[in-house]
C-alpha cells in the first residue's frame, strides 16, 4: 500500500476493494447491504487466503491517520465512519470466528441426495442453526464462497459418480480449499448405487481443510426412506451442536 500524509489518503491496492463498478465513486453513496455483500464476494474469493497477514497490517493501518482509503478495485471509503467500518470488517473476516449458521451445499442428479439434504437443514434448524441450502447446479463456486463469510459449518452432500463425487462438487471444494478457510464444522452425506464412495470422499475433503467432523457422514443406497432421512436429521443436529459449542469457545 502507499500512504500520502499530506491528504490523509491510503492507496490499498487489493485490500479493502470489491468488484462494484458504478458510476458513483464512494461507498457510502452505494446501497449498504449490496455493498457489505460485495466486499464479503472480494475477500472470500480472493483475500481469504492471505487472512494472516491481514491481522498483522491492520494494526498498522489503525496506527495512521486516515481520512480515505482508495483500493484499486471498486468504491472509495471516505471520513472517519466509512474508515472504521471497513477496517472493523476487514478485522472480522480475517479472524473468522465461528458463526452459528451453516450452509448444506449438495449436487444430485435424480434428488436423492437432495431430500437428504433437506433433512439435514431440518435437523440443523432444530437444534437453532440458521441454515443456507444451496444446489452446486445453480450456485457458482464463488457465490458459495461469499455464503461461508456468514457460515460456520459446511455439510456437503453428493451421489457417488464414477466411484467418487460429482464434478461440479469436486471443483466447488478444490476452490474452497484453495482458499484455506479455518474455523469450520463439517459434515458429509450422499446417495449411492452399489460402491458407495462419495460421503467418505466428502468426508475426508472437509476434514483435509483442517474442519471438525463431529459425525460419521451418511450413506444411503438409493432413495432415502425414514430411516435414511432420520440419519440425515441427527447428522444436522450433531454438527449443529458441534458449531454451537464452537461459538461459544468450549
Ligand atoms: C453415470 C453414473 C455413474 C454412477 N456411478 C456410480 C458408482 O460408481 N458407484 C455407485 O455406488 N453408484 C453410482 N451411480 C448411482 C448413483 O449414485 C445413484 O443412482 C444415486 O442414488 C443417485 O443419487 P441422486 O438421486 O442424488 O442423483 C452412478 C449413476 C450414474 C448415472
Known amino acids: 500500500v502507499s500512504y500520502i500524509p499530506e491528504d490523509k489518503l491510503l492507496i490499498s491496492n487489493d485490500a479493502f476493494g470489491q468488484n ?8 457510502d453513496e452505494h446501497d449498504q447491504g449490496d455493498f457489505v ?74 434428488h436423492s441426495t437432495e431430500k437428504m439434504a433437506y433433512a439435514v437443514c431440518s435437523g440443523l434448524e432444530e437444534v437453532g442453526v440458521p441454515t443456507r441450502l444451496m444446489s452446486v447446479k445453480s450456485n457458482h463456486h464463488s457465490e458459495i ?26 471443483s466447488t471444494l478444490t476452490y474452497m480449499k484453495g482458499l484455506r478457510p479455518q474455523n469450520r464444522v463439517g459434515g458429509a452425506f450422499g446417495s449411492f448405487g452399489w460402491s458407495g464412495e462419495s460421503a467418505k470422499v466428502l468426508h475426508e475433503m472437509l476434514a483435509s481443510m483442517g474442519m471438525d467432523m463431529p459425525a460419521d457422514f451418511v450413506k444411503c443406497n438409493w432413495t432415502p426412506r425414514h430411516e ?15 458449531l454451537k459449542k464452537k461459538c461459544r469457545g468450549e
Open 20 to 27: 462494484i463498478a458504478t458510476s458513483y465513486r464512494y461507498a
Open 37 to 110: 455483500r460485495a466486499i464479503k464476494e472480494y475477500y472470500y474469493n480472493i483475500v481469504l487466503p492471505y487472512s494472516p497477514q491481514v491481522l498483522k497490517t491492520l494494526p498498522i493501518v489503525e496506527s495512521l491517520d486516515i481520512d480515505m482509503i482508495a483500493p484499486d478495485h471498486g468504491l472509495i471509503h471516505r471520513g472517519e465512519k466509512s474508515v472504521k467500518f471497513i477496517v472493523d470488517m476487514y478485522r472480522q473476516m480475517a479472524e473468522q470466528k465461528p458463526q452459528q449458521r451453516a450452509m448444506v451445499i449438495y449436487d444430485t442428479m435424480w
Open 145 to 170: 464462497m461469499t455464503e461461508l463469510a456468514n457460515c460456520g459449518a459446511v455439510i456437503a452432500g453428493s451421489p457417488t459418480h464414477n466411484n467418487t463425487i460429482m464434478p461440479l462438487m469436486a
Open 228 to 242: 435414511a432421512l432420520r440419519a440425515c436429521v441427527e447428522l444436522g443436529k450433531t454438527v449443529g451442536e458441534a
